[in-house]
């Protein structure tokens, strides 16, 4: 009984500092018209106005989506805490959170005799209520004095990834690299994101996803030139961004390009 006791004293000031430290994203919210949308923003310590700033945004998967304007930080929140990352690359990291009843991409979601999930990419078509949202709130950020408009990144995993290759196509005009992380997109729609490098990543195994969608992206880009990176984790199920979190080169790769 000491042993469980000892251990719970031990992991409950871990788990508190983990949930303080989340607490460093600032809440904020971007509501124009019929368009509003919650995010969560961490600012560059020792943050200084008269200077200007990389930002990133990055995009949640279906498993995070609400109106608590923190679940969004389940995954990715934390590594840009992280001592190293703040130092080496100061940046403002924006989150946004979309509802639990909308979708980042257009999208069509079918289940086969399986249950196995399909996804059905649209070929051009107006955006969700909440991405048209999302661009509204990505305008208004880069009207910041602060914000290096040559330095705009945009990230995502899941629901986020598809999201991810949605924006650039509709925004490709202001993001200078992207990551996508177990993600799809119509094939015909890469032709207006071709010019913007991209990290794509998967698991070999992920059975929510079918790697297959990250796999097509990746050689289609590379065979009208684009510049993409393309990493498949032979043992990775559908939470492969803890795999591409760990990347050693991520946040190096992704800041090296500027537009």
């Known amino acids: 009984m000491k042993k ?19 607490k460093k994203y600032d809440r904020g919210s971007f509501i124009k018209g019929k368009d509003s949308i919650y995010y969560r923003v961490l600012f560059p310590e020792n943050f200084n106005p008269d200077q200007k700033y990389p930002i990133v945004f990055f ?5 995070e989506r609400g109106s608590d304007n923190a679940s969004q930080l389940v995954h990715g929140g934390k590594l840009f805490l992280r001592n ?4 080496n690359f100061p940046a403002i990291i924006v989150f946004p959170q979309c509802p639990q009843n909308d979708y980042w991409a257009n999208v069509n979601i079918e289940k086969n005799a399986n249950g196995k999930r399909t996804f059905s990419f649209v070929e051009g078509g107006k955006p969700t209520k909440i991405m048209h949202a999302l661009q509204g709130m990505i305008k208004d950020f880069l009207k910041k004095p602060y914000v290096n408009k040559d330095q705009v990144y945009v990230g995502g995993l899941s629901m986020g990834a598809m999201g991810t290759y949605e924006l650039l196509r509709r925004e ?3 993001f200078a690299a992207a990551i996508a992380i177990c993600g799809g997109d119509n094939t015909n729609n890469i032709k207006k994101y ?13 059975d929510i996803v079918d790697p297959a969608l990250s796999m097509a992206i990746a050689e289609r880009l590379k065979s009208i030139g684009g510049e993409v990176k393309f990493t498949l984790y032979p043992n990775a199920n559908h939470n492969s961004w803890d795999n591409a979190f760990a990347e050693p080169e991520l946040l190096s790769w992704l800041f090296s390009h500027k537009k």
């Open 194 to 206: 071709r010019k913007i490098p991209l990290w794509i990543f998967h698991g070999a195994k992920d």
């Open 59 to 63: 995009l949640h998967g279906s498993g």
């Open 172 to 174: 490709r005009r202001k």
């Open 84 to 87: 190293d990352i703040r130092k």
């Open 4 to 22: 469980i006791i000892l251990t719970i004293c031990i992991l409950f000031p871990v788990l508190f500092l983990n949930a303080q430290d989340l």
